[in-house]
């Protein structure tokens, strides 16, 4: 293409439709045309998001209003649900990069036990490639739909993935404990993400059953080429982004190392620690990257696995962005390598 492809963003007055403006503002091959919301509609992206006042950006609209005709590529940062509904209803040939949950799992009827309802589009699903940029690149390059990871599943899966493929840690014995920050709730107001309910303190939420370890069970069995079902629990940190998985393997610790060291060698955005290092939210924030280190336990020399990103680039729009130079021909990390924000 010898012009920067022109971009939808459906779902633009949210938090991941606000990081995909940020990214987009200076990504060399991408521009925006079309912005969408539902009660927001109508409004000034500066007034919606006063820290992009600066870009000169389309007002937001009704996703019924935009003209896909001159679309080359849409992003779908809507609530999990609607998304489907709305992608069923999208042209057909339309490349679609989609945030929400509802393509991630590949088998309809495992969607339904987990969401709760029957999926609305089944017929879309086979042509939907999970969107693990690291895992899936080659699908991803050749794909009209992708359908991203979960936040908290990419923390988790781009920690453990390649141990589980290499078969060097015990199957039955994983334990992900995961604490993510408030932004991955998304930006309508809920009592639960409320100031006074998430300061102050930490908890554990959905904790007999979070819809993403379905996402966990999908790709570690697929690694594994058997069965594999975890233990996750998530948390709630009283902080707005970052996500820091913990996890608990039965293993060799500085084999375990090797092979994350070895498979992620040459990914732009995968960052393996010296051996014995743990990582931070605060060394990813704002960046694509992800930062994974392997310490020992000294009295029984088990592993722990600590996996980091931030979940509004890596985990949902860096990823999207990631997927989408891949699916429109561009460089992977166009737009993308900046450098975590710190302090
Ligand atoms: N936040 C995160 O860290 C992550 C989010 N995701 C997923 O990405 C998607 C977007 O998340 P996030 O940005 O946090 O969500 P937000 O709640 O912040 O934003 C949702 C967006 O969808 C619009 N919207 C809501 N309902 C409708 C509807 N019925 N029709 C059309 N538009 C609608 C909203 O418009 P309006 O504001 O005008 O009502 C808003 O623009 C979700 O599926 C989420 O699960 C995935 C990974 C990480
Ligand atoms: C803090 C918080 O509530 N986080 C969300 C994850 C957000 C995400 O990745 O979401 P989707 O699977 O909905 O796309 C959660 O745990 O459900």
Known sequence: MDRPARIAILGASGYTGAELVRLIATHPGMEVAALTADRKAGM???????????????KLCRI??????????????????????????????????????????????????????????????????????????????RARLVACTGCNSATGLLGLLPVVKAGVVDLDEIIIDLATG???????????????????????????????????????????????????????LPQNRGILATIYVKGAPEEI???????????PFIVVLPYGEAPSTRHVRGSNFCHIGVVRDRRDGRARIFSA?????????????????????????QGLMMAPLFP
């Open 182 to 236: 408030v932004s991955g709730a998304g930006r309508a107001p809920k009592e639960g993400t409320l100031h006074t309910e998430v300061s102050e303190g930490f908890h554990a939420y959905n904790i007999e059953r979070h819809r993403h370890t379905a996402e966990f069970d999908q790709e570690f069995s697929l690694a594994a080429g058997r069965d594999v079902t975890v233990t996750f629990t998530p948390h709630l």
């Open 257 to 267: 190392h090797k092979v994350l060291a070895e498979a992620y060698a040459d990914e």
């Open 44 to 58: 000034d992206m500066a007034e919606v998001f006063p820290h992009l006042r600066h870009l000169d950006l389309p």
């Open 64 to 141: 019924s209003d935009v003209d896909f005709s001159g679309i080359d590529l849409a992003f779908c940062a809507l609530p999990h649900a609607t998304s489907q509904e709305v992608i069923r209803d999208l042209p057909r040939d339309l490349k679609t990069v989609d945030l929400s949950a509802d393509f991630r799992l590949r088998d309809p009827a495992v969607y339904a036990e987990w969401y709760g309802h029957e999926h609305l589009a089944p017929a879309l699903q086979p042509e939907a490639v999970y969107g693990l940029t690291e895992y899936y690149r080659d699908e991803i390059a």
């Open 309 to 333: 990103l931030d979940n509004l680039t890596k985990g949902s729009s860096g990823q999207a962005v990631q997927n989408a130079n891949l699916m429109l021909g561009l460089p992977e990390t």
